[in-house]
């Protein structure tokens, strides 16, 4: 089994997503970050491109220690000199420095012939040789360069003391078969690339980073070059989780493995998407919010039944708590009667049933069915709970330089009116107070939450409470067009079962 090292470029490449621009507090704690994964090597910038970037590759190369510090440098001695100042305190560095090879990029972007091309990149690496051990020379948009010149090139570089050589596929131009081609012809035609290490960093203007990484891997590169998250330039680099994965998940294909704690993608990748601002979406290999998620009721009910069927990560492997079976018209009996037993249920089959078309009816009405709903759903049949309490009216006096008051008024079981008034740091909780003094009730408020049932401006506001009292748990839910009066609506509706499940006031109907 081969060891692939993991160079990662995501503050580098990755901060040169448009957009993107980290502090050197934050590049730092995502290094730490990157550290504790166990990348092998860290580009942390590009020291020539401002005092702040040589700060804070400074800064990593003094406080991380276990991966190699890395800075990027075009082939230039000032850019060079550049990289060392802010190197030179690294426990371990190496000097990244490129140029362009291809005839695009010779003939337009640098105006140079192959000769200086060559000469340009042998004096690069040979300054570089002079501060840093381990030297990387990447020939820029190599992927696209004649591979006869390419040989060349490489030659040079490797004579000159160069110890990683980099073929970027700087465009996300190339194919898998082409990529793999270039790699072997390396092998097969410079001399003492035995001695180094062949890296591959892939672009993914094409969608295709990923498994142009793959292909190098199979030709023989040691060394993996991507970002977290797949973040970077254009479209983005290799995302490095995908490629650890599909080596971890394919060992039997790949024979080859990296050192990253595969436990700390989960966490990694978070931290890269908050503090970049870059969002992963939810479809998203690896780390989206949908990776290991099933909707559909054939899919769940052969996850229930062996989770192999349709899982080939196990979410625990990247970092994450498990997987999910997201309940909604698509879902089957079984899941929905997993979902029933989780909440503490336990139905029978004409129950169960009853439960199921109820459940596909409110689906077709609603986007997201929550827990609550289902609790709602199946309380709504099994336990008729007794009105205790019945809202009669609710009124509110609220300004935005006066304190809110409510004042409630309660009809209970024995027909007594009961009204009271109070006033709370907001519209809710004077509301609230107002209810807990009429029903003399102490609760704890666990959670409160509002979501529209349907869409508009006269939207119908849904309120879910959880209320607790000693050992009590219970749930209320009101719908209205007005919110507060939802409110109030499910606040009644918790205490009521409350006062059922104590069985002080009425009998419990279960
Ligand atoms: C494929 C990649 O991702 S490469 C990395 C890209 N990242 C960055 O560019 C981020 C950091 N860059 C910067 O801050 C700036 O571009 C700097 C400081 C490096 C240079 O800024 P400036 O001196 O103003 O030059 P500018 O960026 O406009 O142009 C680039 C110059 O470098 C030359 N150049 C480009 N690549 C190289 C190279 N690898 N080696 C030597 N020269 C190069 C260009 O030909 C151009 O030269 P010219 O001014 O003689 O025409
Ligand atoms: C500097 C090199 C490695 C690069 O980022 C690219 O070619 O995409």
């Given at each position: 089994m081969r060891t692939i090292e993991i160079f990662d470029t995501t503050l580098r490449d990755g901060e040169q997503s448009p957009g993107v621009n980290l502090s050197s507090k934050e590049k730092l704690e995502i290094a730490l970050q990157l550290e504790r994964l166990g990348v092998n090597r860290i580009e942390a910038g590009f020291a020539a491109a401002s005092p702040g970037d040589l700060q804070s590759v400074r800064e990593i190369a003094k406080r991380v220690k276990n991966s190699t510090i890395v800075s990027l440098s075009r082939a230039r001695l000032l850019d060079i000199d550049k990289a060392w100042e802010a190197l030179r305190d690294a426990e371990s560095a190496c000097l990244h420095t490129f140029l362009a090879t291809s005839p695009i990029h010779r003939k337009y972007k640098l105006n140079m012939t192959k000769e200086q091309v060559i000469e340009n990149a042998v004096a690069a690496v040979k300054h570089g040789k002079k501060y840093f051990d381990m030297v990387e020379f990447s020939c820029e948009d190599g992927s696209r360069t004649e591979i006869p010149f390419l040989i060349e090139v490489v030659q040079a570089v490797v004579d000159a003391g160069a110890r990683i050589i980099n073929?970027?596929?700087?465009?996300?131009?190339?194919?898998?078969?082409e990529y793999a081609n270039?790699?072997?012809?390396?092998?097969?035609?410079?001399?003492?690339?035995?001695?180094?290490?062949?890296?591959?960093?892939?672009?993914?203007?094409?969608?295709?980073?990923?498994?142009?990484?793959?292909?190098?891997?199979?030709?023989?590169?040691?060394?993996?070059?991507?970002?977290?998250?797949?973040i970077g330039e254009r479209a983005g680099n290799a995302a490095l989780e995908e490629v650890a994965l599909a080596l971890d998940t394919r060992k039997d294909f790949y024979q080859a493995t990296t050192n990253l704690k595969l436990e700390e993608i989960a966490r990694t990748s978070k931290l890269v998407s908050r503090l970049t601002g870059m969002f992963v979406p939810g479809n998203k290999a690896v780390v989206g919010a949908n990776a290991f998620a099933h909707q559909s009721g054939i899919h769940q009910d052969g996850v229930l039944k062996e989770v192999t069927t349709y899982e080939i990560i196990r979410p625990e492997r990247v970092g994450f708590k498990s997987n999910r079976l997201v309940l909604g018209k698509l879902s089957g009996r079984h899941a929905f009667k997993d979902k029933l037993i989780e909440l503490g249920y336990q139905l029978s089959q004409e129950e169960l049933d009853d439960a199921f078309a109820r459940f596909k009816d409110l689906c077709d009405r609603k986007k997201d069915v929550s827990d609550e709903d289902i609790v709602a759903l199946v309380d709504a049949k099994l336990v008729d709970v007794p009105e205790a309490y019945t809202l009669e009216n609710v009124q509110l006096s609220y300004g935005n330089n006066s304190i809110p008051t409510a004042s409630v008024r309660v009809r209970t079981l024995n027909g007594e009116v009961l009204e009271e008034a109070a006033c709370g740091n907001g519209s809710v909780d004077s509301i609230y107070k107002a209810i807990d003094r009429v029903t003399n009730e102490e609760v704890v408020l666990e959670d409160y939450k509002i979501v529209s049932v349907t869409h508009g401006k006269d939207a119908l506001g849904e309120v879910y409470v959880r209320l607790s009292q000693g050992d009590y748990t219970v749930q209320g839910r009101g719908v209205s067009t007005d919110v507060l009066e939802a409110s109030a609506k499910a606040y009644l509706r918790a205490l009521n079962k409350l006062v059922a499940r104590r069985g002080d006031a009425v009998e419990v109907v279960m």
């Open positions: 073929i970027p596929d700087t465009v996300g131009y190339t194919t898998p078969a270039i790699f072997t012809q390396l092998l097969n035609n410079v001399r003492g690339i035995e001695n180094v290490k062949l890296s591959c960093h892939c672009h993914d203007d094409l969608g295709m980073a990923v498994a142009n990484t793959l292909a190098a891997i199979q030709a023989g590169v040691t060394q993996v070059e991507g970002t977290i998250n797949g």
